[in-house]
């Protein structure tokens, strides 16, 4: 998967797990949720740490068939992660008013995007776009038809925090040819792709 001449993106299944770590690190929100938070219910997120997350996804990419993500490298340095998987691999998600739709739940050929990790000192380089451009990419391989992504608007906040830049920009998705579909809230899109196009 190529975004651009500089950046390269590729399954997750085919990186070693130490790249996997460099990404997510060891200070912040990623070090301690590995994309678990829309996993697993409330009571267990409450106890989770990086010591019950960080198993998880390493199980979830050794077991799970399309695997749980991509990778992005910037040479062969690794810089970026996104989450992609079918929507129905993400219970919690279910359950958020930003993710309301009329689909079915456990329609296999949804897939959703729902998480973007760019490291500290690689952000600001299109990094998070290549990666959802690869996340697009996987899932068209894998079968989806749609791709959804629940984005934040940063132009309707007076002030976003890093945290809520996890679930993507609504003009990265707009730039990957998503269009969107509602506004849940008014700082947060739901927003959708047709892979059958």
């Given at each position: 998967m190529e975004g651009n001449?500089?950046?390269?993106v590729v399954s997750v299944a085919d990186t070693p797990w130490q790249d996997v770590q460099a990404v997510f690190g060891t200070r912040?929100?990623?070090s301690t949720c590995w994309c678990q938070f829309f996993k697993m219910n409330k009571a267990d997120w409450k106890e989770a740490s990086r010591a019950?997350?960080?198993p998880l996804l390493a199980e979830q990419v050794r077991e799970?068939?399309?695997?749980?993500g991509?990778?992005?490298y910037l040479g062969d340095e690794p810089v970026g992660w996104s989450a992609v998987e079918p929507r129905r691999n993400y219970p919690e998600l279910h359950r958020t008013r930003v993710a309301a739709d009329p689909d079915p739940a456990d329609d296999p050929s949804i897939w959703s995007v729902t998480c973007f990790v760019v490291r500290v000192g690689f952000r600001k380089k299109g990094i998070a776009t290549a990666l959802l451009a690869g996340a697009i990419e996987q899932a068209r391989a894998h079968g989806a038809t749609v791709l959804e992504g629940y984005p934040v608007d940063p132009t309707a906040r007076e002030?976003?925090?890093s945290a809520d830049l996890y679930y993507g920009i609504v003009s990265q998705f707009l730039a990957n040819g998503f269009t969107e579909v509602s506004r849940p809230k008014p700082d947060r899109a739901l927003m959708r792709l047709n892979l059958t196009i």
């Amino acid at each position: 998967m190529e975004g651009n001449s500089n950046i390269r993106v590729v399954s997750v299944a085919d990186t070693p797990w130490q790249d996997v770590q460099a990404v997510f690190g060891t200070r912040g929100d990623p070090s301690t949720c590995w994309c678990q938070f829309f996993k697993m219910n409330k009571a267990d997120w409450k106890e989770a740490s990086r010591a019950t997350c960080e198993p998880l996804l390493a199980e979830q990419v050794r077991e799970l068939d399309p695997p749980p993500g991509v990778i992005a490298y910037l040479g062969d340095e690794p810089v970026g992660w996104s989450a992609v998987e079918p929507r129905r691999n993400y219970p919690e998600l279910h359950r958020t008013r930003v993710a309301a739709d009329p689909d079915p739940a456990d329609d296999p050929s949804i897939w959703s995007v729902t998480c973007f990790v760019v490291r500290v000192g690689f952000r600001k380089k299109g990094i998070a776009t290549a990666l959802l451009a690869g996340a697009i990419e996987q899932a068209r391989a894998h079968g989806a038809t749609v791709l959804e992504g629940y984005p934040v608007d940063p132009t309707a906040r007076e002030k976003v925090a890093s945290a809520d830049l996890y679930y993507g920009i609504v003009s990265q998705f707009l730039a990957n040819g998503f269009t969107e579909v509602s506004r849940p809230k008014p700082d947060r899109a739901l927003m959708r792709l047709n892979l059958t196009i």
